[in-house]
């Protein structure tokens, strides 16, 4: 091995090992989304607003202030990260800014939204 690491094992597969960096560095793109959606995910608020987006297909950030319980300046505050991060997306109808998540982002999201609600349904039984 380079760099004065120490390894145990008695033989490298250096056919394995060629592979799996082709593979790293043809998605390195992927990763890099991937990533970034996740750490902004990785906030519970902003995971909540997310789940909440999906089963609802759009609020405004007063809906989410009154369901979540913080005040709208925050709420405002997450949403801006997320659609930065081109997660979520606006519409405006008058005054007001509906949100939804965006769909590229959601066939990503919902494999988690499900673990939640399958979560839920176990724990209720």
Known sequence: MKNNQSCIRVYADKVQIDNCREIIQANEKSFGMLSSL???????????????????????????????????????????????GNVVE????????????????????RPFFKHIINNSIKEKV
């Not at 789940?51 to 297909?57: A, D, H, P, S, V």
């Not at 606006?90 to 999201?109: A, D, H, M, P, V």
Request: with cysteine.
């Open 38 to 84: 996740l750490a902004l995910a990785g906030n519970e608020v902003r995971l909540k607003i997310l789940f909440l987006l999906e089963e609802e297909n759009e609020l405004c950030p007063c809906d989410l202030s009154d369901i979540l319980g913080m005040s709208i300046p925050a709420i405002s505050q997450h949403l801006r990260k997320l659609k930065d």
């Open 90 to 109: 606006g519409r405006r109808e008058g005054q007001t800014i509906f949100y939804s998540l965006k769909e590229e982002q959601l066939s990503i999201l």
